[in-house]
């Protein structure tokens, strides 16, 4: 079983839209979560860290829930800007592998005119 | 510049050739990874270095050494490359801030432009 699964999508939505992906993990004793949006051929970039009372970055919101071990996303008034892949990112907090971080397969986006 | 650059960007080689993969960062960071992504798996883990004295494996190592030359350089090696080693690679740096958790600690990798790897 991988450490994170996420819908691959594709979700293809109009511009304006509020769109949301959910991603559940694996290991109960896992305490940092992160969400990264990684464009087409580009290298993956940390787009927000996910808090336990949840936390928000303009139209990007991050939630976590720890009794169901999962993640959300959610993007208000979708851009043409947002179309990419977004991972989802927990955090080994175990002794020997502390540190390690273990990404999901991504979940595709295209926000069209 | 860029705080993290890899080399070469891409490469096309045969099977059976040696090949190396540098990467080199000017973050001033301890952690250093080397991931690879192929379609529809997503990053993989194939080594990380948390210091220059300290390598250790990752889920999919085999096939592939690395060397820690110093802090800011981190290598990877495949020794006789094979066509299923076709792949984007990343390299990652990432510092780490003690066990305190919540808003003001930072865990974010870091990652370079990558190298396209086709074995033929």
């Known amino acids: 079983r991988k450490e994170v699964e996420q819908d691959p999508g594709p979700f293809n939505v109009p511009e304006g839209a509020t769109v949301a992906f959910n991603c559940t993990y694996s290991?109960?004793?896992?305490?940092?979560f992160f969400w990264y949006r990684q464009d087409c051929r580009k290298e993956p970039k940390l787009l927000m860290s996910?808090?336990?009372s949840g936390n928000e970055d303009g139209r990007f919101t991050a939630q976590l829930n720890r009794a169901s071990q999962y993640i959300s996303l959610l993007i208000r008034d979708s851009k043409l800007s947002d179309s990419a892949t977004y991972l989802c990112?927990?955090?080994?907090?175990?002794?020997?592998?502390?540190?390690?971080?273990?990404f999901g397969r991504g979940t595709q986006l295209t926000v069209w005119p | 510049d860029a705080d993290v650059t890899q080399t070469p960007r891409n490469r096309i080689t045969k099977t059976g050739k040696r090949i190396m993969l540098e990467c080199s960062q000017t973050?001033?960071?301890?952690?250093m990874y080397w991931y690879r992504q192929d379609p529809g798996l997503g990053l993989r883990l194939i080594y990380y270095?948390?210091?220059?004295?300290?390598?250790n494996k990752g889920e999919i190592s085999d096939g592939y050494s690395v060397s820690r030359q110093a802090q800011a350089k981190f290598s990877l090696s495949l020794e006789s490359a094979i066509p299923n080693q076709t792949a984007l690679y990343f390299c990652?740096?990432?510092?780490?801030?003690?066990?305190?958790?919540?808003?003001?600690?930072?865990?974010?990798?870091?990652f370079g432009p990558g190298t396209r790897l086709t074995v033929l």
């Open positions: 990652a740096t990432s510092d780490f801030y003690g066990t305190g958790k919540g808003p003001g600690r930072t865990d974010t990798q870091y």
């Open positions: 290991n109960s004793a896992s305490q940092s």
């Open positions: 996910v808090y336990s």
């Open positions: 990112v927990v955090k080994d907090d175990r002794g020997s592998t502390l540190g390690r971080l273990y």
């Open positions: 973050k001033g960071h301890d952690r």
């Open positions: 270095s948390f210091d220059v004295k300290d390598i």
